[in-house]
């Protein structure tokens, strides 16, 4: 009688299965997946957001209290206000009327423009304003905001109750967008949230809102029609609703920051000759006593350098304790000789073996370094001041210490080091420590190999050295070095480093308040460090994760600006409960754990589970959190707790996935032919069959296990494997992790990638006979090398991938202009050793010199505008496989990067790839573009899909 059940039960389940659909391309543009989410400050309420790859997105507000829900249709960018009473957010056009302005190709300033959405959580009320550019809170103050709307009076406002639909949203039409002139400014409305009332401020261009939200300043163009516009800047007191006049007349005015205190307030500014082609900027100065603003930086101020002067583009800021403004500085530039006839001159880039840097990465940051600034400082109360240059042209860049309040910055430079960057991929750095009131340098850390960074009070400077591995702090006051982690047997470095390069280090956690602890990663557990060595070090976690394979790091719950500790989050009491982000080695499970900073303990387990966790946050000032949760399975989702023993689910995306045939995700383990233990996830369809023979396809690219619980969306890759799309559709999909060997990258792949698949080959259910590869990048790599080495692959696509080693080698990286010797080097590519040390290496892992022994049919993407690879090689691997006379393929996606990004080109290599595998694997019909191609002069008109009973 069980037996009879059990077969029942086996046929009503396959039948189940069988309703379902395989996954096709159309499914793409209304997948689903989780946006933005935050609570409101006192935990009442949870906003959240769902996306879909190309559609209208939804915006949820919950009242986790009360369970009212409003929904606001393509609501993006929220926000709520400092006392939880509001919700700001931006709502966007309709996808469809986006998509017909461009397929008018309307101008920018005739396309659909965003609107302003305010909600008011009292009454769940919805306010729309049509056709807004920006919008601002104060960080801390309440019952005020600002926006600025993208033309003049044309915005019309209509509140009403929400009732989730989107026509009690609605609101009257907006007036058409005039081609007004882009540099006059817009209406800028203050709004009373509490009262509703409003300012309007006319031409403004840009504004800044104070933390408080007592003070808002503007800037206003002025208008050409208008000769009574005001031009200026302006300062509004939102509480008496009065404004005063900063600077009148025309110029630009910009980077406005005020103080911590609300008080003052400092921006950068030039009033120069509108045809002038360098403008003079200064640095403006105003307090809440000046009625006007004081030039307080301009291009004869005592300590700055000759033929230097302030920069318009370098960010302005007040130390915390207001005493100090910093801003930038730069050479003055050269204006363009208009002698200069551009036809009778010569273009030419000089390449000269002293310059620090390749000509095409100085060309590729022309831009950047035309607009670098140079960190300096003035003494906002001194009776004589003057600018203090804290960098310069030698020593460029440097970092606040203690939020500005402290008597030096921490500066570094790479300068006469910068060349080594072509073969290591980085440089060896100085640290300086500037004095603030002179300006005078102090080296404290020679040609590090790391990186350094200074406490959050400003008493120390930590530094991680790679060359050795370790931690080190250099005090202050005392310029004492304390060596951290070197007496330890832990190691605080990558343990499983497998490039010829020194090991990264696991990184920091936090700080404690006082900088009286630093606390420090290892592989698995988090350590407690007195930064002055006088306190033996101690591991919060009591061994804890190394015991059980467990990684745990340290999980800021609380957004950075909102956090009561300090602006920037930067340490934690010394005795507070903190968070840690939980992650299984061995079962690929993830979670949370909490534990107290002070103790030496195991940390409490809160949740651990087969699922995905992720963007853990908390209420400011509620015990309730808000986090996603997914699996291959489940799609992620929104949920709440207040102790992780109940929570809540507050979305439920991707319903449709019910109807169609989804898959599984399990971890296989095998043992490779030298021994080694390896391991990979094997994806199956879910009306997986044991007594069916299915396809396979590898997909690989270094380690991958890691993602065992990972949500895979059905999506128009970049250029990876869809892996969701094909398990759907009937295929087995195998990602294998691989461990490298120095020298012999190509033989690690063949070591991992053909020994997991000869495992699974075991099984009766896997067709030997149907099994591909696919990989992009260094995957496309190693999928080039696999198909020389044997025949065990039945197709095989190779996206950019590099076959010639020795003509990669000395090639550039023309995304950031860098040489490609350091990738072979010290990192990705693994040979360890130039060129002309070991060129037999070079050889030995190019599979270019052995395509004579290829016999798998191939497709290769090699994109013309790839920045990463050189799309050559991609050209060598197709002109040598065609003069071989092998079946070999090439998509070159013109204008597109390494990875793909137009979504219309991700679209079409989707239905590519999966016509290319179901010839090869299934015996499907081959396309057109597989058996004739597709003609120069059909380019654009036709694309080939069409299958035939041709053979390629």
């Known amino acids: 009688m069980q037996k009879r059940l059990s077969i029942i039960l086996f046929l009503v389940v396959n039948f189940a299965y069988a309703q379902k659909k395989p996954l096709d391309h159309t499914v793409y543009d209304t997948w689903e997946s989780v946006g933005l989410k935050q609570l409101s400050n006192n935990g009442s309420w949870a906003m959240y957001g769902v996306l879909q790859q190309e559609g209208d997105a939804q915006l949820y507000l919950n009242n986790l209290k009360t369970n009212a829900k409003l929904t606001i249709p393509r609501g993006m960018n929220a926000q709520f206000s400092n006392d939880s009473k509001f919700a700001v957010f931006s709502i966007r056009p309709f996808n469809k009327d986006i998509r017909q302005a461009k397929i008018k190709k309307k101008k920018p300033e005739e396309m659909p423009k965003d609107s302003l959405g305010i909600a008011n959580l009292t009454t769940n009320t919805i306010t729309k304003v049509a056709r807004v550019k920006s919008f601002k809170f104060p960080e801390?103050?309440?019952?005020?905001?600002?926006?600025?709307?993208?033309?003049?009076?044309?915005?019309?406002?209509?509140?009403?109750?929400?009732?989730?639909?989107?026509?009690?949203?609605?609101?009257?039409?907006?007036?058409?967008?005039?081609?007004?002139?882009?540099?006059?400014g817009t209406d800028l409305v203050v709004k009373n949230l509490i009262?509703?009332?409003?300012?309007?401020?006319?031409?403004?261009?840009?504004?800044?809102?104070?933390?408080?939200?007592?003070?808002?300043?503007?800037?206003?163009?002025?208008?050409?029609?208008?000769?009574?516009?005001?031009?200026?800047?302006?300062?509004?007191?939102?509480?008496?609703?009065?404004?005063?006049?900063?600077?009148?007349?025309?110029?630009?005015?910009?980077?406005?920051?005020?103080?911590?205190?609300?008080?003052?307030?400092?921006?950068?500014?030039?009033?120069?000759p509108e045809k002038q082609e360098i403008k003079n900027y200064n640095v403006y100065y105003n307090s809440l006593t000046l009625d006007t603003a004081q030039t307080i930086v301009d291009f004869d101020m005592p300590g700055l350098p000759a033929k230097w002067s302030v920069n318009g583009d370098g960010k302005v800021t007040f130390s915390k304790d207001g005493k100090k403004l910093f801003f930038g500085i730069s050479p003055v530039k050269s204006p363009k000789d208009t002698t200069i006839v551009d036809f009778e001159v010569a273009k030419v880039d000089v390449w000269n073996y002293k310059d620090d840097y390749l000509q095409p990465m100085q060309l590729k940051n022309v831009d950047r370094d035309g607009k670098k600034s140079y960190l300096s400082v003035i003494d906002v109360y001194s009776s004589d001041p003057k600018v203090i240059p804290l960098t310069d042209l030698t020593v460029p860049d440097a970092s606040l210490i203690a939020e500005g309040n402290a008597d030096a910055v921490l500066a570094?430079?790479?300068?006469?080091?910068?060349?080594?960057?072509?073969?290591?991929?980085?440089?060896?750095?100085?640290?300086?420590?500037?004095?603030?009131?002179?300006?005078?340098?102090?080296?404290?850390?020679?040609?590090?190999?790391?990186?350094?960074?200074?406490?959050?009070?400003?008493?120390?400077?930590?530094?991680?050295?790679r060359k050795n591995g370790n931690w080190y702090t250099y005090n202050v006051s005392t310029s004492k070095v304390t060596a951290l982690t070197e007496s330890l047997d832990v190691k605080f470095v990558d343990e499983d480093n497998d490039v010829p390069n020194l090991p990264s280090a696991y990184g920091i956690a936090t700080w404690t308040a006082d900088d009286k602890a630093v606390i420090l990663n290892d592989r698995y557990d988090l350590w407690s460090f007195s930064p002055d060595g006088k306190s033996a070090p101690k591991n919060i976690t009591a061994g804890f994760g190394r015991a059980n394979k467990i990684t745990f790091r340290y999980e800021r719950v609380l957004p950075e600006n909102r956090s009561e500790r300090n602006v920037d989050s930067k340490f934690v009491k010394s005795n507070e409960v903190i968070w840690l982000n939980a992650f299984n080695n061995v079962t690929k499970e993830n979670g949370f754990y909490r534990t107290n900073v002070g103790a030496v303990k195991a940390p409490e387990m809160m949740v651990m589970a087969k699922y995905k966790y992720s963007n853990l946050a908390k209420a400011k000032d509620a015990e309730t959190y808000i986090y996603d949760k997914a699996n291959y399975v489940e799609s992620p989702n929104v949920y709440v707790t207040t102790d992780f023993k109940t929570e809540t689910k507050l979305t439920n995306t991707n319903q449709q996935q019910q109807n169609y045939n989804w898959g599984t995700a399990?971890?296989?383990?095998?043992?490779?032919?030298?021994?080694?233990?390896?391991?990979?996830?094997?994806?199956?369809?879910?009306?997986?069959?044991?007594?069916?023979?299915?396809?396979?396809?590898?997909?690989?690219?270094e380690k991958l296990t890691d993602g065992l619980y990972n949500y895979q969306a059905p999506a128009p890759t970049p250029s990876r494997l869809n892996i969701?799309?094909?398990?759907?559709?009937?295929?087995?999909?195998?990602?294998?992790?691989?461990?490298?060997?120095?020298?012999?990258?190509?033989?690690s792949a063949v070591e991992y990638i053909n020994s997991g698949v000869e495992s699974l080959k075991k099984n009766s259910w896997v067709d030997g006979t149907k099994i591909g590869i696919q990989g992009q990048s260094w995957g496309g790599y190693q999928?080039?090398?696999?198909?020389?080495?044997?025949?065990?692959?039945?197709?095989?696509?190779?996206?950019?991938?590099?076959?010639?080693?020795?003509?990669?080698?000395?090639?550039?990286?023309?995304?950031?202009?860098?040489?490609?010797?350091?990738?072979?080097?010290?990192?990705?590519?693994?040979?360890?050793?130039?060129?002309?040390?070991?060129?037999?290496?070079?050889?030995?892992?190019?599979?270019?010199?052995?395509?004579?022994?290829?016999?798998?049919?191939?497709?290769?993407?090699?994109?013309?505008?790839?920045g990463a690879v050189p799309w050559y090689q991609g050209i060598e691997m197709f002109t040598g496989l065609r003069r071989l006379g092998k079946p070999v393929w090439m998509l070159n996606y013109n204008g597109e990067a390494h990875n793909l990004v137009q979504r219309q080109n991700r679209k079409d290599i989707q239905i590519r790839e999966q016509q290319f595998f179901d010839h090869y694997l299934k015996g499907a019909k081959a396309p057109v573009w597989m058996t004739s191609g597709i003609p120069a002069t059909e380019k654009g008109k036709t694309w080939g899909f069409k299958l035939t009973d041709e053979k390629p």
Not at 159 to 177: Q, V
Not at 211 to 225: F, N, P, Q
């Open 140 to 184: 801390e103050g309440s019952g005020v905001m600002a926006y600025l709307t993208e033309k003049p009076d044309t915005a019309k406002r209509v509140t009403k109750p929400a009732d989730n639909k989107d026509s009690a949203m609605d609101f009257i039409a907006d007036e058409p967008a005039g081609k007004g002139k882009t540099e006059e």
């Open 195 to 272: 009262t509703g009332a409003d300012q309007t401020f006319k031409f403004v261009t840009d504004y800044a809102i104070s933390k408080d939200g007592k003070l808002i300043v503007y800037t206003c163009s002025g208008s050409k029609k208008d000769k009574t516009a005001p031009q200026g800047v302006f300062l509004l007191n939102t509480e008496k609703g009065t404004s005063k006049t900063l600077i009148k007349g025309k110029g630009s005015f910009k980077n406005f920051a005020f103080d911590e205190e609300s008080e003052h307030l400092a921006f950068v500014g030039e009033q120069s």
């Open 412 to 465: 570094t430079t790479d300068f006469g080091h910068r060349i080594e960057s072509q073969w290591s991929g980085s440089t060896a750095k100085d640290y300086y420590l500037v004095d603030t009131k002179n300006g005078q340098r102090k080296k404290i850390i020679a040609e590090l190999n790391g990186y350094a960074m200074s406490s959050p009070g400003g008493n120390y400077v930590l530094y991680f050295d």
């Open 666 to 701: 399990e971890l296989v383990k095998w043992t490779t032919p030298k021994g080694y233990q390896a391991e990979g996830i094997l994806y199956k369809p879910e009306n997986f069959d044991p007594n069916k023979k299915y396809p396979m396809i590898a997909y690989f690219y």
């Open 724 to 747: 969701s799309f094909f398990v759907s559709n009937g295929y087995l999909v195998f990602a294998p992790d691989i461990r490298y060997e120095s020298g012999h990258p190509g033989q």
């Open 783 to 866: 999928v080039a090398y696999l198909i020389t080495q044997n025949n065990m692959y039945a197709a095989a696509w190779a996206g950019a991938p590099v076959v010639n080693m020795t003509s990669a080698y000395g090639g550039i990286r023309w995304e950031t202009g860098m040489n490609r010797q350091f990738q072979y080097e010290k990192t990705q590519s693994r040979i360890g050793a130039t060129l002309w040390e070991k060129p037999e290496l070079y050889i030995e892992n190019s599979p270019l010199f052995m395509f004579p022994k290829v016999n798998t049919p191939v497709v290769v993407m090699a994109n013309d505008a790839d």
